[in-house]
């Protein structure tokens, strides 16, 4: 069975910097894409930036220069280097990632989300 655990939420200052992580686990033939999303109280989830397999990435407007995407395919983990952190980034952020399970079809597996919180 896929998993997907995302640590690295917690409370930091404007203009500090925290590092999400998700790895996934499970009987895994490959992994596609890789991303982070976010959601803020009364918003609507939303793109924060995206790997694809062969390194191309892609980043919302608002974070873009701020945080950077990256991935550790030997140890099937995804990263998000959040810097110069602002109030208006607090939210859950969620993993998903793109799997090809063993004997099975690709499929979108989402994390249970990891809370940022950035105080002014």
């Known amino acids: 069975q896929v998993q997907l655990v995302e640590s690295g939420g917690g409370l930091v200052q404007a203009g500090g910097s925290l590092r999400l992580s998700c790895g996934v686990s499970?009987?895994?033939?490959?992994?596609?894409?890789m991303g982070w999303y976010r959601q803020a109280p009364g918003n609507q989830r939303e793109l924060v930036a995206r790997?694809?397999?062969?390194?191309?990435?892609n980043y919302a407007k608002s974070v873009k220069g701020r945080f950077t995407i990256s991935r550790d395919n030997a140890r099937n983990t995804v990263y998000l280097q959040m810097n110069s952190l602002k109030p208006e980034d607090t939210a859950v952020y969620y993993c998903?990632?793109?799997?090809?399970?063993?004997?099975?079809?690709?499929?979108?597996?989402w994390g249970k989300g990891t809370l940022v919180t950035v105080s002014s």
């Open positions: 499970g009987s895994i033939s490959s992994i596609n894409a």
């Open positions: 998903n990632v793109g799997v090809v399970p063993d004997f099975r079809p690709p499929t979108d597996y």
């Open positions: 790997i694809t397999s062969g390194g191309t990435t």
